[in-house]
T-cell receptor, first 114, second 115 residues
């Protein structure tokens, strides 16, 4: 089982729809969770972080965390063609010798078509 | 504010050649990281440095060495390049260290091809 697994893509949604990206993780001591967006040929950029169970909203983006189910998701409302990118889920373990290391999922390619 | 700067941006090597990828950050971050990204495999950690003077292996360290030159700079060296090391390499940095909730900030990447 992969440490961090994202729903297989590519995911295609029409403009204006809600895009739902999912991520599961295997290590129960995971503490911090991040969503990065990566445009083709570019570097990852942070769009959301979440540390506590529940929802966290930032503009059109909502991150949802359920530690009991070891599940984190990203919802993008009113999807725009400019949201077309690869979305990377990243997980950080708590304590020990983690030293801030992140474990990344394989990424989900999102395409928003007009 | 440049953030994380990587050089070079592109490089083509022949099998067996050596080279060093450079990374510098101006955010006064303690921790720095080197990743490689291959199609369909996300980002895989090669080496990291929790603080100046320390380095540790990540998930895929074989064939690489690193040097944390000072707080700002963290270099990645390929001693004898192999075609399997063809990849996009990203350097990242973050503040604090263990138990940190701070995200990692990435450089623009180095696209490396080994023939």
């Amino acid at each position: 089982q992969k440490e961090v697994e994202q729903n297989s893509g590519p995911l295609s949604v029409p403009e204006g729809a809600i895009a739902s990206l999912n991520c599961t993780y295997s290590d129960r001591v995971s503490q911090s969770f991040f969503w990065y967006r990566q445009y083709s040929g570019k570097s990852p950029e942070l769009i959301m972080s979440i540390y506590s169970n529940g929802d966290k909203e930032d503009g059109r983006f909502t991150a949802q965390l359920n530690k009991a189910s070891q599940y984190v998701s990203l919802l993008i409302r009113d999807s725009q063609p400019s949201d077309s990118a690869t979305y990377l889920c990243a997980v950080r373990r708590a304590g020990g010798t983690s030293y801030g290391k992140l474990t990344f999922g394989q990424g989900t390619i999102l395409t928003v078509h007009p | 504010n440049a953030g994380v700067t990587q050089t070079p941006k592109f490089q083509v090597l022949k099998t067996g050649q050596s080279m060093t990828l450079q990374c510098a950050q101006d955010m006064n971050h303690n921790s720095m990281y080197w990743y490689r990204q291959d199609p369909g495999m996300g980002l895989r950690l090669i080496y990291y440095s929790a603080s100046e003077g320390t380095t540790d292996k990540g998930e895929v360290p074989n064939g690489y060495n690193v040097s944390r030159l000072n707080k700002r700079e963290f270099s990645l060296r390929l001693e004898s390049a192999a075609p399997s090391q063809t990849s996009v390499y990203f350097c990242a940095s973050s503040s604090k260290g263990e138990y940190s909730n701070q995200p990692q900030h990435f450089g623009d990447g180095t696209r490396l091809s080994i023939l």
